[in-house]
């Protein structure tokens, strides 16, 4: 789960690093009130959302008069924000950060991630800050210092010192990098983040290390014991298909395919939408249903998958072990009988109860495609998409 910039700067600055002044605004006027109350001559308006690259997209504005911060906030409100990080649809700007600006000689670049190969946290840092990670490694992947943290210690005070001596901070500013990067690893491990990132951390003309910018991602699976971080939560930057999901307990990833995929199990998952592509189709989602799925919960997967207007065809594809056939034959019916759906619906069902599950079908008199193998299943959602697709833009055509 990502959170907004204002949010992990509160949460970094209780851990001891060094964040500017700063207040939030739902409006242009509250944003140049809450300047005009922290005092100063500039200001720096931020839009929150849940991306980088905001500076380079017009999210990111210098401002020293209140009308600037009027004019400047007017254009981020409501304004869909397309960065390199957002994809083309952008996300929307409903809260502004408005911060004193602060002057600085130095930006740096301080990262801390999760490194798989070594199953470790890995500081990632480099003095060339400003620019992306991802720019840094294509243009000056020598500036780039990386020490992974030894998990039955912790991340020790030489180690930060290395670091920081690595990143050439100025020796009387050693102590404050040491405690920003302490700062950072508490937050990270307290808090079960997956990520932390602060570019730039800057050097300030004042001599002080302070961190500009903040990200932070969460360990989904590990909320349950940070309610405070839960809280924090805010849909309005999700894929509105996720946050459905997420709401029913489903296993839930949009894509842009047309073919929507209601599957047991993660790998069967991804060998159905596989399968989709080898039969010349594309997958509107990735969705594991789980095991013991209930006829509601069936039917639940099933309406979410409708309910995206991309999809064209939906395929059903059961492999039933602690699942039963039977259930998710329930389900499909309950779900069509309450809603019926104008696209395609091909089920494939294996295992627990099959022969059931295959009568709830045949019983129900409902228009649905039956399959035997996973092959056969997808071929014929292909095909049954295409069919319709056609069908549907003749009418339009001889309308
Ligand atoms: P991002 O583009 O989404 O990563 O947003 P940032 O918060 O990193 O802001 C983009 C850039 O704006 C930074 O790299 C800084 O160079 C600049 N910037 C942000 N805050 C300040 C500030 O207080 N003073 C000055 N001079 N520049 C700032
Ligand atoms: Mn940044």
Redesign the pocket.
Known sequence: MDIH?YQAKEILKSFGVTV?EGALAYSPEQAAYRAREMGGNAW?V?AQVHA?????AG??K?CKTDHEILDASSAMFGMKLV?HQTGPEGKGVYRVYV?A????DR?IYLGFVLDRSSQRIMIVASAEG?MEIEEISATRPDSIVRQTVEPAVGLRDFQAREIAFALGIPPDLTQQMVRTLQGCFRAFTDLDATMVEI??LVITADRRIMA??AKMTFDTNALFRHPQISELRDKSQEDPRESRAADRGLAYIGLSGNIGCIVNGAGLAMATMDTIKLAGGEPANFLDIGGGATPERVAKAFRLVTSDKNVQAVLVNIFAGINRCDWVAEGVVQALKMEPVDVPVIVRLAGTNVEEGQKILAKSGLPIIRANSLMEAATRAVTAWKNDTAQNSRLRASE
């Open positions: 910039e500017p720096v931020k980088g690259g905001r500076g380079k999210g990111v210098l960065t911060e600006a602060t002057a600085f930006e400003g570019n730039p500009l910018d």
